[in-house]
């Protein structure tokens, strides 16, 4: 959202008007009065959007797999491998959007226009089921495969769902940890607890999609779910541009990958250079001239890059080189955290593949096993997600309420453990799920050579619930752990690309997770008997889950490598005191944190 930043500061209750002076402004350009705009108050109009966002997100997702396999009538491989594309693409595809929203439109203006096309998605997706002509069968509830227009509408609509979530997405949960001022303390601890109800309130909406709606789904039909998602979101749009007065901008500054490419340049034409014996001589621009800017400290790693900041006396002033010759060192270390965070996404990858299967063969074993409760009453397979959800909520809130006070005391750390720690945890989690679905899935394979005929329906449904409950609980502390250390740990004009990293890790997971089980199908095929069947029954699933389990146990002992040797964002920022009536200039003290 393009706006014009006025520095003019009216107070309207006299001296005492606290302002905040982070660089944000309110949505008519001016610097924005704290008592009257952000944190809570204005999060909480963002959290209903992504709560309704979710809700239809994941009512589509996790019942994916059962709509090609049941109305699409794909094979299960086909089926998996398709849900995974779409996921990739819909995680992905923030990559785009962060950048966009950071570049150039602003956050709430590529919130309010990728929930358009979202919307504009459902809109869609409900035609395809009610439109005569878009049905999937002709003039028949039942019919051996759908009608090519409905694939094409179908998965055209689906398509337009993950490129409004590509906008939609980063932009939304950035936009939401804008609202905290870093440099308030009370706003700052509030701001690491943003990410944890934040998802808080994203598996609310995925706890409402997966029973609600997937029942709706499995016992009146699709299209009455699709219509649900469609008011419900419309409904969150309109909330979202109520709540516009409340909230704090940031003006969007162009592209921040040019200024890394112009650190690349400077470095490069300058390699030659003798390094400056004392860091202090490298360049950076006066504090006076900050505008409220907040600046990396020098860090020894990636030196080569700090030859970009060398000052080399031509005649002309800093100000007047070209930023292609000359870096601060707040760019040269904005170049060096996005270098730095590329080994934590890589190893980071097969956790995503592990979450990657609870919306594919986690759902479809839910098909297989006894779904009754009581007489009557049949749990549809896409609900048993449900557990998960709770085992993130659980997790979180002891995570925020028990853990981090406790911790606290014991580390003397604001946050109780880092964030890579955090993170190094939850991953324990994956490798638990796998292992626990490997020795389920074994038990449901016995169960179905004992007595084909009824084959796995002698086995409940809940004994899917440990390996959900696991999974959540990993969640609940790597991916949250991502989320706040994407956002975090990039520079301030990357937000939005921040969270879109963090997408991406479950994006390229999922395109992963489809080739590993292409090139498994295609090795264990030629040994004799593919892992992957016509159907569960004639897979062998529970070999699949060992070997992510072998891989992200392997993977552990990489992150942890990394992680031990990464160096956090140390920022030195401009602690501005009250801003009053009457002052040019606001008074402050240097810091570092």
Same mark, same amino acid.
């Given at each position: 959202m393009e706006k014009k930043v006025s520095l003019e500061v009216k107070p309207e209750e006299g001296d005492e008007v606290k302002w905040v002076l982070d660089s944000s402004v309110d949505h008519k350009g001016r610097v924005p009065l704290r008592a009257s705009t952000g944190s809570w108050k204005a999060a909480l109009f963002i959290i209903a959007i992504e709560t309704s966002e979710r809700l239809s997100y994941f009512g589509i997702a996790t019942s994916l797999v059962l709509y090609l396999t049941k109305v699409m009538h794909q094979e299960l491989k086909t089926a998996a491998r398709n849900v995974n594309y779409w996921a990739g693409v819909t995680t992905l595809m923030p990559l785009f959007g962060g950048f966009i929203a950071d570049a150039y439109l602003g956050r709430y203006s590529t919130v309010l226009a990728s929930s358009i096309v979202y919307l504009i998605g459902l809109v869609l997706l409900t035609l395809s089921w009610f439109l005569p002509s878009l049905k999937p069968c002709d003039g028949t509830d039942m019919c051996t495969e759908p009608r090519r227009i409905h694939e094409v509408v179908f998965f055209l609509a689906i398509y337009l769902i993950s490129f409004g979530t590509g906008g939609h997405k980063p932009s939304l949960e950035s936009f939401g940890a804008d609202q905290f001022d870093e440099d308030h303390d009370g706003e700052r601890r509030q701001k690491m607890s943003f990410f944890n109800w934040w998802n808080c309130a994203l598996c609310s909406g995925l706890i409402v999609g997966v029973t609600l709606i997937v029942y709706i789904q499995d016992n009146i039909n699709w299209g009455a779910a699709d219509i649900i998602f469609t008011v419900v979101m419309a409904f969150s749009l309109l909330i979202f541009i109520i709540g516009r007065p409340f909230y704090r901008y940031r003006v969007p500054t162009g592209s921040p990958l040019t200024p890394m490419l112009q650190v690349l340049v400077a470095a490069i034409s300058k390699r030659k250079l003798p390094y400056p014996s004392n860091p202090d001589q490298l360049y950076e621009v006066p504090k006076y001239n900050s505008n409220n800017r907040r600046y990396l400290c020098h860090t020894n790693k990636l030196k080569f890059l700090d030859k970009a900041a060398i000052l080399v006396d031509d005649g002309s002033s800093a100000e007047k080189q070209s930023p292609w010759n000359l870096a601060t060192v707040t760019k040269v270390e904005e170049m060096k955290l996005i270098i730095n965070i590329i080994p934590i996404w890589v190893s980071t990858i097969p956790f995503g593949m592990c979450v990657a299967q609870t919306a594919t063969f986690f759902v479809k074993q839910g098909t297989q096993l006894n779904r009754k409760i009581g007489e009557g009453f049949e749990i549809p397979p896409a609900s048993i997600f449900t557990v998960a959800a709770l085992g993130m909520v659980v997790s979180v809130a002891i995570y925020d309420k028990i853990l981090v006070p406790a911790l606290r005391r014991v580390t003397q750390n604001e946050r109780g453990i880092n964030i890579l720690q955090r993170i190094g945890f939850g991953m324990l989690f994956s490798i638990a799920t796998m292992i626990v679905a490997a020795l389920v899935e074994k038990k449901r394979l016995e169960a179905v050579e004992r007595d084909p005929l009824k084959g796995s329906l002698t086995m409940s449904v809940f004994w899917l619930a440990p390996q959900f409950l696991i999974i959540g609980f990993g969640d609940g502390f790597t991916l949250v752990g991502l989320q706040e250390?994407?956002?975090?740990?990039?520079?301030?004009?990357?937000?939005?690309?921040?969270?879109?990293?963090?997408?991406?890790?479950?994006?390229?997971?999922?395109?992963?997770?489809?080739?590993?089980?292409?090139?498994?199908?295609?090795?264990?095929?030629?040994?004799? +008997?593919?892992?992957?069947?016509?159907?569960?029954?004639?897979?062998?699933?529970? +070999?699949?889950?060992?070997?992510?389990?072998?891989?992200?146990?392997?993977?552990?002992?990489?992150?942890?490598?990394?992680?031990?040797?990464?160096?956090?964002?140390?920022?030195? +920022?401009?602690?501005v005191a009250d801003c009053y009536e009457g002052k040019s200039d606001c008074e402050g003290v240097e810091t570092k944190v």
């Open positions: 250390y994407f956002y975090d740990q990039v520079p301030d004009s990357m937000r939005s690309l921040g969270i879109a990293f963090y997408l991406s890790v479950i994006g390229a997971a999922s395109f992963l997770s489809s080739m590993l089980i292409t090139v498994v199908d295609h090795i264990t095929k030629k040994s004799g +008997k593919s892992w992957f069947g016509k159907d569960l029954n004639s897979s062998r699933l529970d +070999k699949f889950y060992w070997l992510l389990a072998a891989i992200a146990t392997v993977n552990l002992f990489l992150f942890v490598f990394v992680a031990r040797r990464y160096s956090y964002k140390n920022v030195q +920022k401009l602690a």
